[in-house]
């Protein structure tokens, strides 16, 4: 399975700031995912991220509030924008293997003041 | 909307039992299903998955059953542990053109009673 690293694992940020979140897996995958998690809550899909390409989200998720990039097969990026309380959550990325098994990172823990 | 759902939110299983975990689906065009187990401050673990051309897949101490007639799927897990307590999810793979997504369930938590 790939092992995926997340960055920064916690931040508490001020509200109408930005954090932006790396993931980087020790492999090349084809599928990259970026999902939320609010506090007891289950897993959202925020967006797809595409290699080459603009990601594609899902409804309620929008490319101004949540910009992503995935410049390589090992790397992407989501940033938080314009920050508000309601952002408090957790940020998780996930990659699909050939075997459309999804595994996915320890997540960035986000609170916003 | 189509959804994945659980019908319970919370099981207390005595250690030593058996745990039951079920969940219902409504996109009948689906054919694949995973269950994931979360641990508090990790992200989700593969469990085990089915296929929709399958009812039943064994794992070790993990059976999933999937029953496509009513939409429902199960995971049941033999002589729970205390290692056991957390949070599961069932998940349905969702695909469509060239593009697939995988859409979570709610959550079952799980606690292991001494």
């Known amino acids: 399975s790939a092992v995926i690293s997340q960055k920064p694992s916690r931040d508490i940020c001020q509200r109408g700031t930005s954090l932006t979140i790396q993931c980087q897996v020790d492999?090349?995958?084809?599928?990259m995912f970026w999902y939320r998690q609010q506090p007891g809550q289950s897993l959202t899909l925020i967006a797809t991220?595409?290699?080459?390409?603009?990601?594609?989200?899902e409804s309620g998720f929008v490319i101004d509030k949540f910009p992503i990039s995935r410049p390589n097969l090992t790397f992407s990026t989501l940033t938080v924008s314009n920050m508000s309380p309601e952002d408090s959550s957790i940020y998780l990325c996930?990659?699909?293997?050939?075997?459309?098994?999804?595994?996915f990172g320890s997540g960035t823990q986000l609170s916003v003041l | 909307g189509e959804s994945v759902g659980l019908h319970l939110p919370t099981l207390s299983v005595q250690e030593g039992d058996n745990s039951i975990i079920n969940c219902a689906y409504s996109?009948?065009?689906?054919?694949?299903f995973i269950w994931y187990k979360q641990e508090s401050g990790k992200g989700p673990q593969f469990i085990i998955d089915?296929?929709?051309?399958?009812d039943k897949r064994q794992g070790q101490r993990v059976t999933v059953l999937l029953n496509k007639t009513v939409k429902h799927l199960s995971l049941q897990i033999a002589a729970t542990q205390p290692g056991d307590s957390a949070v599961y999810f069932c998940?349905?793979?969702?695909?469509?053109?060239?593009?697939?997504?995988?859409?979570f369930g709610s959550g079952t938590r799980l606690s292991i009673r001494p």
């Open positions: 089915i296929r929709s051309n399958m």
């Open positions: 996109n009948s065009a689906s054919d694949y």
């Open positions: 998940a349905e793979y969702r695909r469509w053109s060239s593009a697939s997504k995988i859409i």
């Open positions: 492999s090349q995958v084809t599928m």
């Open positions: 996930s990659v699909g293997d050939a075997n459309e098994k999804l595994f």
């Open positions: 991220a595409n290699q080459g390409s603009e990601a594609t989200y």
